[in-house]
């Protein structure tokens, strides 16, 4: 089933554009072409891998792959953003081991293989690929080309998944395949969202509820601000800070950090004092402590359902200081911010958004911004002067607009 009765004209014109493309790499046309999206998270930051609550939306820009059947059992993947040099990777399918280092291939290549591994009766195929997600900006480019490779397959080979299954999926071919330990928030929010909503999952479950957020309708506007700082999920840091949570976790008798409440928050984190070297965050090495990851995650989730609540009951500007709140922990407690980060933020706060913290793993990316429509061009300004100031490479700021997952387009 595709949606061509409600494309855009930039979507049908991307759809277009991208099979076009196919057929010159290929020589001949796709059996389709499938979207999936590229996401900010609202709030919930690193409570994924905690078993806790995220809230994230969908953003209008995506990874679009044009894709067709092969009988050989043959992969090849091509990208259209210079990700492969222009090049076509092809691999055999028997042949994809998990931990290859494939650069920008091992993503579709880990999906292939995740849907194989789990039994699935997935061929060969020609893939091309067109994106107007910015990569390395915190915004899920990664899961954006693996849900929409998981849909192209799923489509391709008639499996009937659900999109929490293609999801999980997803995320398996990038924990397993190509060895990034993401939670399953970004492959979810990529298959899931819908249009004009938000997204609350409760990672534990995996419940959905897709909470109304019409900024426009409120005279509001989430600015996306794009520090172009690459972050590198796979470098290590990443992997340390959920390490930490799982020792947190251990500590405290816990499955995981979401089963302390957060009215028992001071008899857990004096639990921990006992043991951690620096209770408060420091560990001397630029790190943090785990009472100091703990606190994160257990106020973090808090976080979410009290901006749940505030948009439940029309308080859509009430969820500023909430946003505000969840950078100040991201930086002074899981320290996972940078200098160009809390420049955004601060910057904003002072040219009179309503709030506004960090996006998405961290150590660089984007930061969202919360401001009154009639405001956004002046904080955008004043974000911009601070960064030129500081010395620092201009930001990208746009607009984050609730928009649909993924999908298949022709």
Same mark, same amino acid.
């Given at each position: ?6 494309l ?6 991307r ?6 493309? #196919?057929?010159?790499? @290929? ?40 894709a ?11 990208? *259209?953003?210079g990700?492969?040099?222009?090049q ?27 849907l ?6 997935v ?5 091309? &690929? ?5 990569? =390395? ?19 391709? &080979?008639?499996? *009937? ?8 999926l ?42 109304? #957020?019409?900024?426009? *309708? ?6 996306? !601000? ?11 840091? @990443? ?6 949570c799982?020792?947190g ?48 995650v ?21 969820? =500023?200081?909430l ?31 309503l ?5 998405? =793993?961290? #150590? *660089? ?15 955008? !300004?004043?974000?911009?002067?601070a #960064? ?23």
């Open positions: 089933m595709t949606d061509t009765d409600h855009t004209a930039d979507d049908a014109a759809a277009r554009h991208t099979a076009d493309r #196919f057929r010159e790499v @290929y020589g001949a046309a796709p059996a389709g072409v499938w979207a999936a999206p590229g996401r900010v998270n609202l709030i919930g930051e690193h409570t994924d891998y905690n078993d806790g609550f995220v809230m994230p939306l969908a953003l209008p820009h995506t990874t679009l792959a044009a067709a059947p092969r009988t050989d059992g043959v992969l090849r993947v091509h990208s *259209g953003d990700s492969g040099g222009g076509t990777v092809e691999l055999r399918l028997d042949a994809l081991r998990p931990a290859a280092d494939g650069g920008w291939a091992g993503y579709p290549a880990g999906v292939a293989w995740a194989r591994d789990a039994g699935l009766p061929g060969g195929a020609d893939l091309h &690929y067109e994106s107007t997600v910015p990569v =390395g900006a915190g915004l899920s480019s990664s899961a954006a080309l693996e849900v929409a490779t998981a849909l192209a397959l799923d489509d391709l &080979y008639g499996l *009937g998944l659900t999109r929490q299954r293609l999801a999980q997803a995320q398996r071919a990038e924990n397993a395949f190509v060895g990034v330990p993401c939670g399953i928030m970004d492959q979810t929010a990529a298959a899931c969202c819908t249009d004009g909503h938000a997204l609350f999952l409760d990672t534990r479950d995996l419940a959905q509820r897709q909470v109304p #957020f019409d900024l426009a *309708g409120e005279g509001l506007r989430l600015l996306v !601000v794009d520090t172009r700082v690459k972050h590198e999920l796979g470098d290590g840091a @990443y992997a340390q800070r959920r390490a930490m799982e020792r976790a251990r500590a405290l008798g816990v499955h995981a950090l979401r089963d302390v409440p957060y009215a028992h928050l001071p008899e857990a984190l004096d639990k921990l004092a006992a043991t951690d070297e620096e209770p408060g965050g420091g560990k001397g090495d630029g790190g943090p402590g785990t009472a100091a990851v703990v606190r994160h257990v106020t973090e989730n808090r976080r979410v359902e009290e901006v749940i609540a505030r948009l439940d009951a029309g308080e859509a500007r009430a969820i =500023g200081p946003l505000t709140a969840g950078h100040a922990s991201l930086r002074d407690d899981f320290r996972v911010s940078c200098a160009e980060l809390d420049l955004a933020v601060e910057a904003a706060g002072a040219a009179g958004a709030g506004a913290r960090m996006t998405g =793993g961290g #150590f *660089g990316g984007s930061a969202i911004v919360l401001v009154e429509e009639t405001d956004a061009d002046a904080v955008a !300004v004043r974000i911009t002067e #960064f030129a100031a500081a010395g620092h490479t201009a930001p990208r700021i746009f607009p984050a607009v609730p928009s649909a997952g993924a999908r298949r387009l022709v």
